[in-house]
């Protein structure tokens, strides 16, 4: 296990820094929509979040990240449903057919997440929301990433 503790460290630290130039290279317009959507949708703190996984199990985690982000780890959850972005208007109805189910949705910053979010909603979704920071900032509160080696933090 120790011995893979550097390499879980060099991939979050690819995670977070890929992360961290997302939002410079946005265009205006793609600003635009994804504060539009920030209105909209409303967003759920990692604190919030943890206290919703510590005491309420009635609701869906909808992870929208991309395959390969995966690996890096998730937060654990007792309903998940893994959907990439580009497929939540195709796929969604399928994999949550319940509209009225209470759903968090997670990617690695939290804009794709209230994309997606927004996008459930015109599609007639009641009660979804996303994770404010998303993974990253799920790590960045001081909560655990669920991993093939175990729970990963990231020590400040």
């Not at 005491?55 to 009635?58: A, L, N």
């Not at 991309?66 to 982000?69: D, K, L, P, R, S």
């Not at 780890?73 to 893994?82: A, F, L, Y």
């Not at 949550?96 to 997670?106: L, T, Y």
């Given at each position: 296990m120790k011995k893979y503790l550097p390499f879980l460290v060099l991939c979050l630290t690819l995670l977070l820094s890929t992360n961290a130039f997302a939002g410079?290279?946005?265009?205006?317009?793609?600003?635009?929509?994804?504060?539009?959507?920030?209105k909209e949708i409303p967003a759920i703190t990692p604190k919030e979040f943890k206290t919703l996984i510590d005491?309420?199990?009635?609701f869906i985690q909808l992870d929208v990240r991309?395959?390969?982000?995966h690996g890096h780890?998730?937060?654990?959850?007792?309903?998940?449903?893994?959907l990439t972005r580009g497929y939540v208007e195709y796929k969604i109805e399928h994999k949550?057919?319940?509209?009225?189910?209470?759903?968090?949705?997670?990617c690695c910053s939290g804009k794709r997440a209230v994309l997606?979010?927004?996008?459930?909603?015109?599609?007639?979704?009641?009660?979804?929301?996303y994770l404010k920071g998303g993974v990253t900032g799920w790590l960045n509160a001081?909560?655990?990433l669920d991993t093939v080696f175990g729970e990963l933090y990231l020590k400040h």
């Open positions: 410079k290279k946005m265009t205006e317009n793609a600003k635009r929509l994804l504060e539009e959507a920030q005491e309420d199990d009635d991309e395959n390969n982000q780890g998730e937060i654990w959850t007792m309903e998940m449903v893994r949550i057919p319940d509209k009225k189910a209470k759903i968090i949705v997670v997606a979010a927004q996008t459930m909603k015109k599609l007639g979704y009641t009660n979804v929301t001081g909560y655990p």
